[in-house]
């Protein structure tokens, strides 16, 4: 079948059979490998990636069901070029509160986290955790994640943590 | 306490931010599976539906016939190629020892012994194309009964996994220290209870993946791996192709998550990839799917204890006596490291006077068992903890008291313990200061006061809140080396390799950080490369919570030799005694005079010059290479305190607080630290109320998904308060230990002890991890029905 999709702002058309996953055409179609794959059964979050703006799995999404729409990966947040400057500000939030260990997870929560804070701008504790409530993360227990959405809404770190 | 040491900027101490996190937060960070090959072949295994079977023929001729399959091999199709993989750990030279050492096959021959083990290799064009070419596969195989009980294991009716061997033992092993039989006479009570850990997965969130590449014109083969050991990968590969060392080079690129089973060597895959990208001239590759990892990856915790403790009237220790079943899976490659760490943990930072601990390690029919997070700590803890918090309730202490009654103190130091440890060296205590970090665990998280008025209002109003506190040590930053190479470029960038890869613990900061501090430099000068044996062909691999001690050191010793060579060539440079010149800001200058003196990347350009002569024996560049073997492992200590409130209707806990007071001697980087304390917290409570990996009695595990095996989120998760204390370790020149699993060993002794605790009223006895709230449930429901 014939696909048509815009990806970080650029039109692709291409041919590619009905049950490609919309995750492996990202990563090996079109060499996005910034969304990663780690269940492939809708549960670790990894994959996720913005279809028209929302959250969505790519894992459990075929290709062409992504046909006719726009899709952003983590590769479009920002430049990606060295310094604090290039990098999106939930990026370089993460960076400086140390949401990050291994990184594997950490597109998938970030692309989580975008349309989350674009609708509540300035959330608590319990509304953070249960937006990144279906991203699992083995390296941080979650704590330096959710450190990090507070310094990105410049709101001051939980007490005790 | 006294004050902490004053921070540096950005060298060794500083909480500074890392220098990959703009590559992994962008998504240009490469892992194995984004490697770009050119015109890949993509492989998928068939793999074993039976724990136990005899495998009798596998019929591929209508798969090797589907359109787009490259090859599809069987264990027939590998000739000479097939041989049991090598014994990874040799056992310590324990006296008596048994050890039957039956490693894992590259494909199952002629029998299968776990779920998941493979049978065939399906290469083809696509991932989908080689899936599809799965169901083409005839096997055909009779099933056996399956050996998954430990405890039944060892009938002499019991079917056996290696049919070889007389029974199901994989091992057998007792350490001694003292006389326990006399210690358990004269003590005024023993306290003896069953105690079992079940397994969980290890369940990093990036699978396990192999990729290869042949190139025939240069003879080289490149295999990127998800390995947390690419030297011995290497080397392993080149004897077993018959290349030379130096013409396989092993990548390790970003790793997401080790969590030990990647330090498993070979798994099937890892000599399959390479051997068929060889043969078919094309670049071969494969990726774990999340189900094939529940069956596939190594795993681990299962063990049944039965243990007993001897104690005097007050509370201090006489003995231990433990002996214990060990499930070891189908397969033994990693030797006893695990129950051995079981064993050696067990003593704790406590001083036990005689101890008498034999375990037995026993084949079943189940996904093979090497370390994961802890490797065997966290039993040896449980089983210790428990035993003095059911002491402190016989003899009427406090568990608090108890445990600091039997703390070693700072005198006692080294301690030799009298066994051996999994590194084949005496278990001896490096430095340690116990009663401390006690004291200031019970203070943050406000334990007498707790117990004196907060649980007493909170049960009067109903509720069910309650607290632990444990201590544990960690036997860290075992041999037997690593090594590093420091370059100082003549653009003033400073260049470090090592052989141990990252999966996340922060090398590319951490050890830039050691190097900075040494060399005067920026953190951010300082380029990392790790992982690749193309850059650094010697070392070991990470585990053990060894990388920054091992290879820090390895890293601090090259620095220093740089350093040497930076000086001497300045001092001639600058005409000064090298005593009078100082490194920083990436320049060496006289003492006082910070806008004077030569650039580094200046004196890099002089020591390598393009004409004219040297002096004798002078090497080019601002290089230098060293290695770092300690004598022994150093031990980091901790005591982890938390509160929790549970439901008795629904079994829910809820985590109120926790407290964690580590020490991991010198601390490089806080930050850093503080995030292998969270990961590790938040594992541990996974094994101890979320993780089960469930296996029925014909060997099948039930909840292979992430739907149905449960990982804590971010709900399940609370914030962790960490105080670090630093006793540096005498053993390497930073004085640093190790801390990568620190955070998970201790949590499931905690979790038992503060949710029975909690439900004081219930009577209830927690010997058992992992609990779930079913569990829980049940085991209040049993509980109630014993009271009445």
């Not at chain 1, 996953?21 to 670790?44: A, I, N, P």
């Not at chain 2, 540096?8 to 490469?30: P, Q």
């Not at chain 2, 591929?60 to 264990?75: L, M, N």
Request: aromatic content about 6%; some cysteine; charged content about 20%.
């Amino acid at each position: 079948m014939t696909l048509v999709v815009t990806v970080n702002g650029v039109r692709h058309e291409r041919a590619v059979e009905p049950r490609l996953l919309l995750s492996d055409f990202l990563r090996h179609e079109l060499g996005l490998t910034g969304t990663h794959v780690g269940c492939e059964h809708g549960v670790c979050g990894a994959c996720t990636v913005l279809l028209d703006g929302e959250a969505e799995r790519s894992c459990l999404m075929f290709a062409v069901q992504a046909d006719g729409h726009d899709v952003a990966t983590v590769e479009g947040l920002s430049d990606g070029s060295e310094g604090g400057d290039a990098l999106h500000p939930l990026q370089a939030a993460f960076r400086e509160a140390h949401g990050l260990q291994c990184g594997f997870c950490t597109p998938g929560v970030l692309m989580t986290l975008v349309p989350f804070l674009r609708e509540h701008p300035d959330p608590d504790e319990r509304e953070i955790r249960e937006a990144l409530s279906g991203n699992l993360c083995r390296c941080t227990g979650y704590q330096n994640i959710v450190a990090a959405v507070r310094l990105a809404c410049g709101t001051p770190p939980s007490p005790r943590a | 306490m006294a004050p902490p040491p004053p921070r540096a900027r950005s060298g060794i101490g500083a909480r500074v931010r890392r220098n990959e996190d703009a590559r992994l937060l962008t998504g240009r960070a490469l892992f194995v599976d984004d490697v770009p090959l050119d015109g890949p072949l993509h492989v998928a295994f068939l793999r074993s539906q039976h724990a136990h079977a005899r495998l009798t023929s596998v019929d591929a001729s209508a798969a090797r016939a589907r359109p787009g399959v490259a090859a599809v091999y069987t264990a027939a199709d590998l000739g000479a190629y097939w041989r049991p993989g090598p014994l990874l750990v040799p056992p310590p030279p324990i006296p008596g020892l048994v050890f039957n050492a039956c490693t894992q096959v590259p494909l199952a021959r002629d029998k299968l012994r776990h779920v998941g083990e493979p049978i065939a290799m399906v290469v083809a064009e696509s991932r989908y194309l080689a899936e599809d070419a799965l169901d083409d596969i005839v096997v055909e195989a009779d099933p056996l009964p399956a050996v998954v009980e430990l405890e039944a294991a060892l009938a002499p009716e019991a079917p056996r996994v290696h049919e070889h061997l007389p029974s199901n033992l994989a091992a057998h092993a007792v350490q001694r220290k003292g006389d326990y039989p006399r210690a358990k006479a004269r003590a005024h009570a023993v306290i003896r209870r069953r105690f079992r850990y079940d397994r969980g997965a290890s369940a990093a969130i990036e699978n396990r993946a192999v990729a290869a590449q042949w190139d025939a014109r240069a003879e080289e083969l490149t295999v990127w791996d998800t390995t947390q050991a690419p030297i011995p990968i290497r080397n392993g590969l080149a004897q077993r192709l018959g290349l030379l060392e130096s013409q396989v080079r092993v990548v390790a690129p970003f790793v997401g998550g080790g969590f030990g089973p990647k330090i498993m060597m070979f798994y099937p895959e890892e000599v399959l990839v390479p051997w068929a990208a060889m043969r078919l001239g094309r670049p071969v590759k494969w990726t774990e799917d999340r189900q094939e990892n529940f069956f596939a990856t190594t795993q681990e915790r299962g063990q049944i204890h039965d243990a007993e403790l001897a104690v005097a009237k007050d509370g201090k220790i006489l003995g231990v006596r433990d002996v214990f079943l060990h499930d070891t899976g189908a397969y033994d490659p990693y030797g006893l490291t695990v129950p051995i760490n079981s064993q050696c943990t067990l003593l704790g930072p406590y001083d036990v006077p005689s101890y008498e601990s034999e375990f037995t390690a026993i084949f079943t029919n189940k996904t093979i068992v090497t370390p994961v997070r802890g490797a065997g700590r966290q039993h040896g803890v449980f089983v210790i903890e428990r035993l003095l918090d059911f002491a402190a309730k016989e003899l009427g202490l406090d568990r608090a008291e108890i445990r600091r009654k039997n703390l070693l103190r700072p005198d006692q130091f080294p301690f030799n313990n009298e066994i051996l440890f999994q590194d084949s060296a005496p278990l001896t205590y490096d430095s340690g200061d116990y009663e401390p970090a006690l004291d200031e665990a019970l203070e943050a998280i406000d334990y007498k006061r707790f117990l004196r008025e907060e649980q007493r209002r909170l049960r009067a109003a109903g509720r069910h809140v309650g607290i632990g506190v444990v201590c544990y040590v960690e036997g860290t930053g075992i041999g037997p080396y690593e090594g590093a190479r420091v370059t100082v470029e003549p653009s003033g960038r400073v260049r470090l390799a090592t052989g141990v890869g990252t999966q996340g613990q922060g090398h590319f900061t951490v050890f830039a950080q050691i190097v900075a501090e040494v060399l005067g430099v920026d953190v951010g000068e300082v380029h990392v490369v790790t992982g690749d044996t193309r850059e650094f062909h010697w070392g070991t691999g990470t585990f053990a919570s060894r990388g920054a001690v091992v290879a820090g050191s390895a890293c601090h010793a090259a620095a220093v030799r740089v350093r040497e060579k930076i000086l001497e060539l300045a001092s001639r440079e600058l005409a000064a005694a090298p005593a009078d010149l100082v490194l920083a800001g990436g320049r060496v200058h006289l003492r006082g005079d910070s806008k004077g003196g030569i650039a580094l990347g200046t004196l890099a350009l002089k020591a390598n010059p393009l004409r004219g002569a040297v002096r004798p024996g002078a090497e080019p560049g601002l290089e230098a290479t060293a290695y770092f073997g300690p004598d022994r492992g150093s031990t980091a200590n901790g005591v982890h305190a938390m509160v929790v409130e549970v439901d008795p209707e629904t079994a829910q806990v809820e985590i109120k607080r926790y407290v964690v007071v580590h020490d991991c001697g010198r601390v490089i980087n806080p930050m850093i630290v503080e995030g292998q304390i969270h990961g590790g917290v938040a594992h541990g409570i996974g094994n101890s109320f979320y993780e089960q990996l469930v296996y029925d009695d014909e060997g099948q595990l039930l909840n292979a998904s992430f739907m149905d095996y449960l990982l804590p989120t971010a709900t399940d998760v609370p914030n962790v308060e960490t105080t670090h204390r630093e006793t540096p370790s005498p053993l390497n020149p930073m004085g640093v230990k190790g801390v990568g699993e620190a955070g998970a060993i201790p949590t499931g002794a905690l979790f038992a002890q503060a949710v029975e605790d909690a439900l004081a009223d219930a009577g209830l006895e927690i010997c058992e991890i992992p609990l779930s709230p079913n569990r829980l449930f049940e085991l209040i429901s049993a509980s109630r029905v014993r009271s009445r």
